[in-house]
């Protein structure tokens, strides 16, 4: 019998089999192969293999699960420590302590999925080691302490990321971004937003946004801000996002409810950024290839939806954008035909939104020597003068 089918399979006496087998044994091959598998099955199946791994343990096979520590997957670990946590003795919780203390990151980590199931009392002890861990280069060990840092309400950490939101390294500030929303430090989003308006890591902070705040919320404390998230989250699908994002932001039901009853000229951008989005995913088949059935049906019932609303309309709503201090500029431009309205912002102090005006002047085929000339009075960085002088 190949027991990894049998596990990951329908039928109850094979993969009810191919479980105790692996639990009782225990097979840690069957768990690697699992763990490799881990990107190529379906969340439902990962799912269901969970629950057959939980109910093949029992008290005499639990501490097997100790074997499977040397490999590391998210979908099997919170099963793992939740059975360990049931059987919890205080000789476990030592041989698991010293694996986070000494072992591989795997081990760590599973160690720290296991650490959120206690009190922390017991885990206190421990936070000097959870700080450490929650800077480490592995993702699910960094995720598991930070997790940690939260249950034990380590305020310290807390603030030391907010204060690296003040960085000058973007990079730096993309990490404490990811700490506060793992975290869930849902004070820090206004930060965060604030962030993201300046970086050209913006597309890849707006897409960490929703686990913090569901967009929704956002939307009602602070719309445009929320529109804002929302328009970079398009904007990263698909070199950043996969097309699923429109299914798991739920993109499909927010922008019906913005077109019919909040339509304004945010709104209308993100549903022309949408739109045209949308056209090019559907234009090109190797972009949805991969996707499943879900997604593929809600991108094209998006597509019907956006179909049937005039471009014309939403584009006249955008003007009200342009405007250099507009948050949503750099979006509006690219949808804007009438020239004279792109010429009013070469008067801009903001230097690359001068140098991406010229440029959708010169895709137009209209761009003169005098609009370059207007421009380059305001233009003082080297780089971006020199891109000019040679439109």
């Known amino acids: 019998m190949d027991l990894f089918k049998a596990l990951t399979g329908k039928n109850p006496a094979e993969f009810e089999h191919a479980a105790h087998v692996l639990v009782d044994t225990p097979d840690t091959e069957l768990f690697k192969k699992l763990v490799k598998q881990e990107d190529f099955l379906f969340d439902f199946v990962k799912n269901n293999v969970a629950k057959r791994i939980q109910n093949a343990c029992n008290k005499n096979n639990y501490k097997n699960l100790l074997d499977f520590f040397d490999y590391y997957s998210p979908s099997y670990a919170p099963v793992i420590a939740e059975v360990l946590h049931q059987y919890d003795n205080d000789e476990l919780f030592e041989e698991i302590k010293n694996k986070f203390l000494e072992g591989t990151n795997c081990q760590k980590s599973h160690a720290a999925k296991f650490f959120s199931f206690l009190d922390n009392?017991?885990?206190?002890?421990?936070?000097?080691?959870?700080?450490?861990?929650?800077?480490s280069d592995d993702e699910?060990?960094?995720?598991?302490?930070?997790e940690l840092l939260s249950k034990l309400n380590d305020?310290?950490?807390?603030?030391?990321?907010?204060?690296?939101?003040s960085s000058k390294e973007e990079f730096e500030q993309y990490n404490?971004?990811?700490?506060?929303?793992?975290?869930g430090a849902k004070d820090?989003?206004?930060?965060?937003i604030e962030v993201m308006k300046q970086s050209s890591l913006s597309e890849n902070i707006a897409s960490a946004i929703p686990f913090l705040t569901p967009i929704e919320e956002i939307l009602k404390e602070d719309f445009d801000s929320g529109i804002l998230v929302m328009c970079n989250i398009v904007s990263a699908i698909p070199e950043i996002l996969s097309p699923s994002a429109f299914v798991d932001y739920n993109i499909f039901e927010i922008l019906e409810n913005l077109y019919y009853n909040n339509l304004t000229s945010s709104s209308a951008l993100l549903l022309r950024i949408t739109k045209n989005k949308v056209s090019e995913l559907l234009e090109n088949d190797e972009y949805l290839f991969d996707c499943d059935k879900n997604t593929k049906d809600e991108i094209n019932n998006l597509n019907k939806f956006l179909s049937e609303i005039k471009t014309r309309k939403l584009n006249s709503l955008l003007y009200d954008e342009l405007y250099e201090d507009s948050d949503f500029v750099f979006f509006a431009v690219d949808y804007v035909d009438d020239i004279e309205e792109l010429e009013t912002l070469l008067d801009s102090q903001n230097q690359t939104l001068l140098l991406k005006v010229l440029t959708i002047l010169k895709e137009k085929q209209v761009l003169t020597p005098n609009h370059k000339e207007i421009a380059l009075k305001n233009i003082t960085n080297y780089e971006i003068k020199k891109v000019v002088e040679v439109l």
Do not use: G, M
């Open 188 to 192: 820090s989003l206004p930060q965060i």
């Open 121 to 135: 009392d017991k885990i206190i002890e421990l936070l000097p080691k959870i700080r450490e861990f929650s800077e």
């Open 140 to 146: 699910y060990l960094a995720a598991n302490c930070i």
């Open 176 to 183: 404490a971004i990811k700490f506060l929303v793992t975290y």
């Open 155 to 165: 305020i310290e950490s807390k603030i030391c990321a907010i204060e690296k939101l």
